[in-house]
């Protein structure tokens, strides 16, 4: 068999003070290798440079034709980046470095940035960068495109404690006002299996923006694999965060969609975290799709957007979907998005999909869940939204749930829990058909004053509908809760309180429906309550109970 090896090397290795420093580097490889089992090796690397608006540009490009085994493995690397402590870098206000990494690749098994451990040492390819100044420009992409019968992009080995030798893009940026811009682009086609991985990791600091961004695209007589992870750390003040995930997949066999978009913003003042995600799958298997977004610690003044959306074909469909906001401070607005379908083919299709959010008030929020199921087998949905928020608060909270399946299970919440000044919308739809065994379906409304001091006016408005069609026993639990007691300790206030409950059931031999618009009211609070109810049902055997039911707290 025969062998070609090409390796490219380069490296500048620079010691003194930093008035010794080059203000300016540029590194270029380029490599083209056609033959049989093929292995191309490239590193450009500099331990420092500085300087006024110093500039660093890294690009490897490595081509490869093979008919055997293909191996690529490109570094980039601007300063010593270790996952303990990073050392030198570069220096200077107003830095500009740019790191670029090209692969394509033809053969059998093709493996692109494999990091490996052995003796002790590693061997991590990617884009690393430690960035030390203010307005500074860091750019990191990562692009990958292979054809073989089996590809792996990105693949990591296991060295412990829940750690993973990833090829990614790592920055290090220490400095106000800078811009951080990491993409990560892969596409594979293989006539087996399909390993596609992408990691972004970013650690600004005040006034500073990262942009992270990965797109998968995979299609695979068998298998396909995916994972994504966008993770940023901020440090300081005046921050914007913007995380994206893109992911295709068409396999023969199954399919599996994981990820997560995160950002930690330290309790800083935020100005913005935008995160979205957006998955695909069609698969002759099954099909398991996993994404969470998470906002972590906002601070005041920030606007947060997330939003997930999936789809997916296969035998038997599993999705699990969630969005996460916290802030400690008040000052907020905030939105959050699930929408996923899934078609299981053969088999049933489970959906969960879960919004959180935490706040301490002064708040513009909403929170909407949108699923829908097909499946020839049972169909199982989950939805739920929940709020621990303050005052001066208006929220509004939607779960539309939507299944056609032998059997079909539905349960969808929505929570909140509030104090003064607050205006709560909740509402829940529901529609299902059953061709079998029948419907279960749960839903509630919650809301709560837990948080509720003094005199204030709020509005809580709740609203459930749902419909259930076919199978041979067949359940509707809808409920409405409004707990207006918790301010006992304190000042009255007013309450304005709708709830409106709708249900139709029509069920074969059995239906069970049962509704209820409830409220807690401690006696000195004022305002005004109005229910209405609306329950049909229709089987051989039938069973109603509906209330509307106010309960005076002394």
Not at 49 to 77: F, K, M, R
Not at 197 to 208: I, K, V
Not at 367 to 388: H, K, M, R
Not at 441 to 470: H, L, R
Request: glycine share 10%; hydrophobic share 40%.
């Amino acid at each position: 068999m025969r062998y070609l090896i090409i390796t490219a090397l380069v490296l500048v290795l620079l010691a003194g003070t930093a008035a010794a420093l080059p203000s300016e580097v540029v590194q270029s490889i380029e490599a083209t290798a056609t033959g049989g089992d093929l292995y191309q090796g490239a590193s450009n690397y500099v331990y420092e440079a500085g300087g006024e608006a110093a500039v660093v540009t890294q690009t490897i490009a490595l081509s490869a034709e093979g008919t055997g085994e293909v191996d690529q493995a490109a570094l980039n690397e601007a300063g010593d980046v270790d996952f303990e402590e990073g050392e030198g870098g570069i220096y200077g206000d107003g830095a500009v470095v740019t790191q670029s990494t090209t692969m394509t690749a033809t053969g059998t098994d093709i493996w692109q940035n494999y990091g490996y451990l052995s003796d002790e040492s590693y061997w991590l390819p990617g884009n690393f960068a430690i960035v030390i100044g203010n307005n500074a420009v860091v750019s990191q992409s990562l692009n990958m495109d292979a054809t073989g019968e089996n590809v792996w992009q990105n693949w990591g080995e296991y060295f412990g404690e829940g750690n993973y030798f990833w090829p990614s893009n790592i920055a290090e940026v220490y400095g106000e006002g800078t811009t951080t811009t990491q993409t990560i682009d892969q596409t594979a086609s293989a006539e087996e299996y399909v390993w596609q991985m992408g990691w972004n990791l970013a650690d600004p600091d005040a006034g500073s923006l990262a942009t992270q961004s990965i797109s998968q695209a995979a299609v695979a007589g068998g298998d396909i694999e995916q994972q994504a992870a966008n993770d940023a750390y901020f440090y300081g003040d005046g921050a914007v965060a913007i995380q994206s995930v893109l992911m295709d997949a068409m396999a023969g066999g199954f399919a599996y969609q994981g990820g997560d978009n995160y950002a930690d913003m330290g309790n800083y003042e935020t100005i913005m975290v935008d995160q979205s995600a957006t998955l695909n799958a069609v698969a002759g298997d099954w099909v398991n799709q996993y994404f969470s977004n998470m906002n972590y610690e906002a601070g005041s003044t920030t606007v947060s957007t997330q939003a997930v959306t999936a789809y997916a074909t296969g035998t038997d469909i599993d999705q699990n979907l969630y969005n996460q906001f916290e802030t400690d401070d008040p000052v907020s607005e905030g939105t959050q998005l699930i929408t996923a379908g899934a078609y299981a083919t053969d088999g049933d299709a489970d959906q969960y999909a879960y919004n959180w959010m935490y706040t301490y008030g002064d708040d513009i929020l909403g929170q909407s869940i949108v699923l829908n199921a097909v499946a020839t087998d049972e169909v199982w949905q989950y939805g739920d939204n929940f709020g621990d928020l303050d005052d001066n608060l208006d929220l509004g909270q939607e779960v539309w749930l939507s299944g056609d399946g032998a059997y079909v299970y539905q349960n969808a919440d929505n929570s909140a829990y509030f104090g003064d000044f607050a205006d709560i919308a909740q509402y829940v739809a529901l529609s299902a058909i059953s061709d079998d065994e029948g419907v279960y379906q749960y839903a509630d409304n919650y809301a709560e004053n837990e948080y509720a001091y003094s005199e204030s006016t709020n509005n809580v408005g709740q609203e459930i509908t749902g419909a259930a069609m076919g199978g041979d026993a067949s359940y509707q639990y809808f409920i409405n809760y409004a707990d207006l007691t918790e301010n006992y300790w304190y000042d009255p206030g007013m309450y304005n309180v709708t709830q409106v409950n709708v249900a139709t059931l029509a069920a074969d031999d059995y239906a069970d429906q049962y509704q209820s618009n409830w409220i807690d009211w401690w006696y000195p609070n004022t305002g005004s309550i109005a229910m209405d109810m609306m329950g049909d049902a229709s089987a051989d055997e039938l069973y109603q109970y509906h209330e509307n039911w106010i309960e005076i707290y002394y």
